[in-house]
């Protein structure tokens, strides 16, 4: 079955730390990969994605992620993190060449303290 | 350029009610897709649609749940004689046509409560 799974529900960290937000994924086919942000009360905002080449991809806010095949995972991370990075992060993954259909992890909620 | 609209942003139903969840996709964008997050739960796709067209509806429930993307005006979603597990954020997203990689731009949702 294809699923994303999210190995961490809640991430407390630190101001101006690095964080790693944890994402595998399980297909039988090629997918494309997605990070999104949902900040409360507010709708999903696409921070990166994957979808062919370079294996680490950089996206908004500073953050970044890395593609790995062979562990199926697509780990999110920031060298640094801010109070207003406080969010729910999802990964989600489509598959290739097969229309919209996005699957998404349960969330990680990241809470920047000061 | 307005982004992915949707209303009402909150809507209250009694049991045994309608709800209607309205979706306007980015100008120039022709798919849209609805998905339904529940309580502390990931968003879960229901439906992917065109102008006039089904594409996959695989996600939606058997029984209550409708949609449609007529030629003109929103995307409906259509939840008939609620109950309080419809209870959630409901969001819409659309994107252009064509190509194997289109982006989905999101709506702020509309979040349903059943009493």
């Known amino acids: 079955a294809q699923s994303v799974t999210q190995l961490d529900s809640q991430v407390p960290v630190f101001e101006e730390a690095p964080v790693e937000l944890r994402c595998n994924y399980s297909?039988?086919?090629?997918?494309?990969l997605f990070w999104y942000v949902q900040y409360p009360n507010q709708g999903l905002q696409l921070l990166l994605k994957?979808?062919?080449?370079?294996?680490l991809v950089k996206g908004i806010n500073g953050f970044e992620a890395e593609f790995n095949k062979s562990q199926t995972s697509f780990h999110l991370r920031k060298p640094s993190v801010h109070i207003s990075d406080t969010a729910e992060y999802f990964c989600?993954?489509?598959?290739?060449?097969?229309?919209?259909?996005?699957?998404f992890g349960q969330g990680t909620e990241l809470s920047v303290k000061p | 350029n307005a982004g992915v609209m949707q209303n009402p942003r909150h809507l209250v139903r009694r049991r045994g009610q309608e709800a209607r969840l309205r979706c306007s996709p980015m100008?120039?964008?022709?798919?849209v897709y609805w998905y339904r997050q529940l309580p502390e739960e990931g968003l879960k796709f229901m439906v992917y649609?065109?102008?006039?067209?089904?594409?996959?509806e695989s996600g939606m429930p058997k029984e209550r749940f409708s949609a449609e993307f007529p030629k003109e005006g929103p995307s409906i979603l259509r939840i008939q004689q609620v109950v309080r597990g419809d209870s959630a954020a409901y969001f819409c997203?659309?994107?252009?046509?064509?190509?194997?990689?289109?982006?989905?731009?999101f709506g702020p949702g509309t979040r349903l409560t059943v009493l």
């Open positions: 989600a993954f489509l598959l290739y060449n097969q229309g919209g259909k996005l699957i």
């Open positions: 994957y979808l062919s080449g370079s294996t």
């Open positions: 297909s039988s086919v090629s997918v494309y």
């Open positions: 649609l065109q102008k006039e067209n089904i594409i996959d």
């Open positions: 100008k120039g964008h022709s798919h």
């Open positions: 997203a659309s994107s252009q046509p064509g190509g194997s990689y289109n982006e989905q731009f």
